[in-house]
């Protein structure tokens, strides 16, 4: 399979983005009962808990990164990602497995 990347939005709305780093790892988990967005995906760090979401919009989503929409089908319940690159406008992640 080739590489998937997402970008995390909403990360303002939490603690930011500042203790993100490259290599980082975090967590993916399926919100089944978001009542806002039905393919929501939420990004967890251990400690802190839900630090953002799976972009799912086109205005929100990086460059060729999948959005949370493509990526729900794709994942189990709970997946993981690595913090691939930190820009202005988001946090671009690779899907690990």
């Not at 790892?25 to 990004?43: C, G, P, Q, R, T």
């Not at 794709?74 to 202005?88: C, P, S, T």
Request: charged residues 30%.
């Amino acid at each position: 399979m080739s590489n998937m990347y997402f970008t995390i939005t909403g990360f303002n709305h939490y603690y930011g983005d500042s203790f993100l780093e490259r290599e980082m790892v975090v967590y993916l988990k399926k919100e089944k009962d978001n009542e806002y967005d039905k393919e929501a995906i939420s990004v967890n760090y251990p400690g802190l808990g839900k630090i953002g979401y799976v972009a799912n919009s086109p205005y929100t989503v990086i460059g060729e990164s999948y959005s949370a929409g493509r990526l729900y089908d794709k994942i189990e319940d709970e997946a993981q990602g690595k913090v691939w690159l930190k820009l202005d406008k988001g946090i671009v992640c690779e899907l690990i497995e």
